[in-house]
């Protein structure tokens, strides 16, 4: 209890409004190192402040941050909520950047844990607790705390099986230096374990990312100078007048949001304000907003126009996705080809005029998430942030594990590291859960209250 | 008369109980059934080994004895491990058996509070459940303030070989045929335990000229803080190492049925990792060969032991067993092996000062309380006197915690979750063997000692100024910016070592793997002394697991920070699993920590207790 836990606490991804919050001792040092505005830590408790929420220097969000100082709070603890803006990637941008400061994700009913483990519920409540503790049979509190499918389960357990025997051999290597009955644990052979754990354990981390599309979808940022066609295309996958599409230029000053399905799998297409260089005000706030979306979305379509030759801006924003996942689309090529490419530029043509002038982009689309291939939609992936975060750091263990023995570090000093890894993939499926404590019982409340 | 203290037992926990209450200064007696079996060593004529070595130094640095007179005592010593990891090293000595009893005889003389009485023990005397002193077999009454039984496999124990079944200690000794039932009667479960020790052999009768040699370290160690090496590397004694074959395997499968084991005559729970000879053959069926270790007993006598070989297979079968191996076609058996069964009280009776639960002031160390091993027994004579002194002195008890010594994971260990057979120690037992090293006992231990009264000052004068050393090198470490001379640059070249960019601190270039003090003597002069620049390295190469482990410290020490009440009634705690309640009922721990860790008592039950504590014992808050 003495660790900062945080929480997204409003579903995630409905609604114009995120709040994401933050208990423990350290949540005040934690939002502030992230905030752009006053000094938190100075402010007075139960009051509101407006600033940003910002990556290094980079700006995340528009937000505004409640301060609650111990005791008068739900856990009895400092509490800061940060209420952002709604959508997926901002909310879960926040969060992770809350994570990496130091904060853990709360389990499913910390907040509430802690409020009764603090004394904030009262005694009468806590005997309540303890009645509902007694009312679940011990089939309930398993199902209750392994939410994991079978297979994904039976794959971990693998994993940690493997991790287990090499544990036990280094143990006895250690214990029993002069009996020659066990193969000695080698840089070699560590080495080639650890290769496979890794391997596998990347596989689960990109089966993940389809998990997360079968779940949320792809976002998909539309980008490109103004009047390329963005709106149209936009309104092509959709099929009706969504974004105002006109001839002059810099029409679509907000950005657009539009949810369509390719081969199943939902597509949120953000169509974002034309990027130029602008002094018109309302422009130049929609033009800040789509340099973010093109941060967080999951895949970008630049769009140039077949018709004219590139600009030194259309350079530029080929720049800026070189590291994003990115297609580049030549729109117009029903009109005459004036534009120049670049060599080994990976391209695609289409248009928005003929029935099926956007069969190639869509095309690519599904070759790059393999979305035709998709077959068990709803099978074995890494299915939230806690899982996947868990497998993350379970893959960082194992890299530094691997990294210190080509450094020559002794393997009974690694094997820290494996027995970190088997603990935490031991936590991943309900196994081995050093401080499950009251956790498990308040899995039947809901996150936050 | 009476006693401070009585210590009934003169084996390895009796010795250190013994020697370190009267240390502390209160009148002593030590009652064995034959003086010359103090600090007798009956089964494997060696101290030390993987985690045994590094709790010899832990005694050492707390007061005891091993450590010292091991030192004084032995013939062959190694560094075990010595090409992994520090945490993981650990000393192992070859004692003269005759010498090792010797030396810790002459050390206990020298005590003037110290009694050593010969006599058997036959009952303990109790009033209103506490102890009040005991009774010889002559009916003598001798009485004291606390008593500590270190009985060792003397209890009821019988010797087995085959279908024959002795009442007998170890080699013939008298055994204690009334204390245990005794015991049971005053409310002691008691537990019956199994060992076993191979045959020895006459040196002249083994043909060395086919057995592979296994030499001493070429190197100074002492397992003492304060010792000097007292040996000559190159006139260290040799052991040697032989395998057993097809006809020995072929030899003991036939006789399966005859051993005491497979026969079915034992009725005892002997140790998963001290198998005998039949079991790792039964249980290892496509194993072809064993290792088996000739290791000297003594300079002041003939004897052998056969370290590997233990069994329970009647005399006439182990001639055959040991002329099958190669080198000792012509070996004559002096002792035969033997398997022992002896009763043991069930540790969960134990509170974690190694006091009894049922009666007050008595305390139990080593075998008797279901361990196994030297170095494992004094340990808990150590704790076991120490902390007998604290109680006659109304002082809290020396508690060591699992961070802190191994001395500390044994008793955690025996008193949460108790062991079904003879407990050894064993390096993967210590989840933060990272902090137990061989190197920083001293570090770890000597300010208890010192709070305790347990060293003397110039030891912890020692201690105080290896600790100014440390400081102080690492200060001239971090302060020291190491200049690229080209000559400089040439003895990082002939090593095929990186050259560090110019002016780089030498605690920075101490952090790359390869580059030790050994070859920064090259280069610089660092006046210090080889122990600290060991410990200062190992600090500074390895800081990255040390913190790392050290996190996992700080979660469980807040754990053991929630402390249990000692008159929680577990009865009135609603929806306790019933496993769990009786285990809390049994084991009474001192903390959720410690609660933790009994198997059976599983989050949620934890969760009501933390609940509970929280509702009956705050309620004022």
């Known amino acids: ?449 | 008369m009476k006693y401070d203290c009585i210590i009934v037992g003169g084996g390895h926990a009796g010795c250190e109980a013994a020697h370190i209450t009267s240390f502390m200064g209160k009148k002593t007696l030590l009652i064995t059934m034959n003086i010359k079996n103090i600090a007798d060593t009956p089964c494997n004529p060696s101290i030390g080994g993987t985690a045994k070595g590094i709790i010899v130094r832990d005694i050492d640095a707390l007061g005891g004895l091993m450590g010292r007179i091991a030192d004084k005592s032995h013939f062959q010593i190694k560094m075990l491990n010595n090409k992994k990891g520090p945490a993981v090293q650990s000393l192992r000595c070859q004692i003269d058996k005759i010498l090792y009893p010797k030396n810790m005889l002459e050390e206990l003389k020298k005590h003037q509070d110290l009694e050593i009485k010969e006599a058997t023990v036959e009952d303990i005397i109790v009033q209103d459940k506490k102890i009040k002193g005991l009774k010889l077999n002559n009916n003598e009454e001798i009485y004291c303030e606390t008593l500590i039984l270190t009985t060792g496999t003397y209890l009821k124990s019988n010797i087995l070989r085959g279908d024959k079944s002795i009442e007998s200690g170890p080699h013939g000794e008298k055994r204690s045929n009334f204390l245990s039932d005794n015991l049971k009667k005053l409310g002691f479960s008691i537990q019956r335990l199994k060992t076993g020790t191979p045959p020895r052999i006459q040196k002249n009768s083994i043909n060395f000229s086919v057995c592979q040699e296994e030499l001493g370290d070429n190197k100074y160690y002492t397992f003492s803080h304060d010792n000097k090496p007292l040996y000559i590397t190159n006139n260290q004694e040799k052991c040697y190492l032989i395998y057993t074959n097809e006809q020995t395997h072929k030899i003991i499968l036939d006789n399966l049925e005859k051993s005491s084991m497979y026969g079915g005559y034992v009725t005892g729970t002997g140790p998963r990792y001290c198998p005998s000879i039949e079991d790792k053959i039964v249980r290892f069926k496509d194993k072809e060969r064993h290792q088996l270790f000739l290791e000297p007993e003594s300079k002041f006598y003939d004897e052998w032991y056969i370290g590997g070989f233990s069994t329970s297979m009647p005399e006439e079968v182990q001639d055959l067993m040991v002329h099958s191996l190669k080198g000792l076609e012509k070996a004559k058996i002096t002792k035969y092996a033997y398997a022992i069964e002896y009763d043991a009280i069930d540790p969960l009776q134990l509170k974690p000062s190694l006091e009894t639960k049922i009666i007050e002031n008595l305390f139990t160390a080593g075998q008797i309380n279901g361990t196994s091993g030297y170095e494992e027994a004094a340990a808990q004579g150590l704790i076991a006197g120490i902390n007998a002194v604290c109680k006659i002195d109304e002082k809290s008890p020396l508690i060591l915690k699992r961070n802190e010594s191994y001395i500390g994971v044994l008793i955690d260990d025996l008193v949460t979750k108790g062991t079904k057979e003879p407990y050894r120690m064993l390096t993967s037992r210590a989840e933060y063997r990272l902090m137990l090293r061989h190197d920083n006992a001293d570090l770890r231990l000597r300010e208890y000692a010192h709070k305790y009264g347990t060293i003397t000052e110039e030891s912890y004068h020692k201690y105080l100024e290896k600790k100014d050393q440390i400081k102080n090198l690492k200060r001239f470490l971090s302060e020291t910016k190491l200049e690229i001379s080209n000559k400089i640059k040439k003895v990082f070249q002939e090593k095929e070592y990186s050259i560090p960019k110019n002016k780089l601190t030498l605690l920075e270039l101490l952090k790359r793997p390869e580059i030790t003090f050994e070859f920064l003597d090259q280069i610089l002069n660092i006046d210090f002394s080889n122990e600290v620049k060991e410990e200062v390295e190992i600090e500074i190469k390895y800081e990255g697991y040390i913190n790392k482990t050290k996190k996992e410290i700080d979660k469980m020490l807040k754990l053991e920070e929630k402390q249990i009440p000692k008159d929680v009634d577990y009865q009135k705690i609603k929806n306790l699993a019933s496993e769990a309640r009786v285990k809390l009922e049994k084991i009474r721990p001192i903390s959720i920590g410690q609660a933790a860790r009994i198997s059976g008592v599983n989050p949620s039950d934890l969760s009501i207790l933390a609940v509970y504590l929280k509702k009956e014992y705050n309620k004022n808050e």
């Open chain 1, 1 to 449: 209890m003495n660790d900062t836990i945080a929480a997204i606490s409003t579903s995630v991804g409905q609604g114009a409004i995120s709040i994401v919050r933050v208990s423990g001792k350290d949540s005040l040092n934690i939002v502030n190192s992230i905030f752009k505005g006053k000094d938190l830590t100075k402010v007075p408790s139960h009051t509101i402040h407006y600033g940003y929420i910002k990556d290094t220097n980079k700006i995340i969000d528009e937000v505004l941050v409640m301060v609650m100082l111990s005791p008068k709070t739900y856990t009895t603890e400092n509490i800061v909520e940060i209420n952002c803006h709604g959508g997926v990637s901002t909310t879960n941008k926040i969060f992770e950047l809350i994570l990496e400061q130091g904060a853990r994700i709360a389990e499913p009913g910390e907040f509430t844990k802690r409020a009764f483990l603090n004394g904030r519920i009262d005694l009468i409540e806590a005997e309540a607790v303890q009645d509902l503790i007694s009312a679940k049979s011990d089939k309930q509190r398993a199902v209750a705390i392994n939410s994991l499918n079978g297979r994904l389960t039976n794959i971990i357990q693998n994993q940690r099986d493997i991790i287990l025997n090499i544990l036990a051999n280094i143990a006895v290597n250690i214990d029993y230096p002069e009996y020659e009955d066990a193969i000695e644990v080698t840089k070699e052979n560590l080495t080639n374990d650890l290769q496979n754990i890794k391997k596998d354990l990347e596989l689960l981390l990109k089966n993940a990312s389809i998990g997360k599309i079968i779940k949320t979808g792809i976002d998909i940022a539309l980008i490109g100078r103004p009047n390329v066609g963005k709106s149209s295309i936009l309104n092509a996958f959709l099929n009706e007048e969504k974004a105002i599409v006109t001839d002059i230029s810099g029409t679509t000053r907000d950005l657009i949001e539009a949810n369509t399905t390719l081969e199943g799998i939902e597509l949120n297409l953000i169509d974002t304000a034309g990027i130029r260089s602008t002094n018109n005000l309302v422009e130049q706030i929609g033009v800040l907003r789509s340099k973010k979306i093109i941060e967080t979305a999951d895949l970008v379509i630049l769009v140039l126009n077949n018709n004219e030759n590139l600009i030194p801006e259309d350079k530029n924003l080929l720049k800026i996705i070189e590291k994003k996942p990115h297609i580049v689309f030549i729109n117009k090529n029903d009109l005459e080809q004036k534009i120049n490419l670049p060599a080994n530029l990976k391209v695609i043509f289409g248009n928005t005029k003929d029935l099926n002038g956007l069969e190639n982009l869509k095309k690519e689309i599904i070759h790059m998430y393999n979305l035709d291939k998709i077959e068990e939609k709803d099978s074995t992936y890494l299915s939230n942030i806690r899982q996947i975060n868990l497998v993350k750091e379970v893959l960082k263990d194992i890299n530094k594990a691997l990294q210190d023995t080509t450094q020559n570090i002794p393997v009974d000093m690694i094997e820290i590291y494996l027995r970190n890894a088997w603990d935490k993939l031991g936590i991943l499926i309900g196994e081995n859960y050093e401080d499950e404590l009251i956790d498990k019982l308040f899995k039947n409340f809901c996150l936050g209250k």
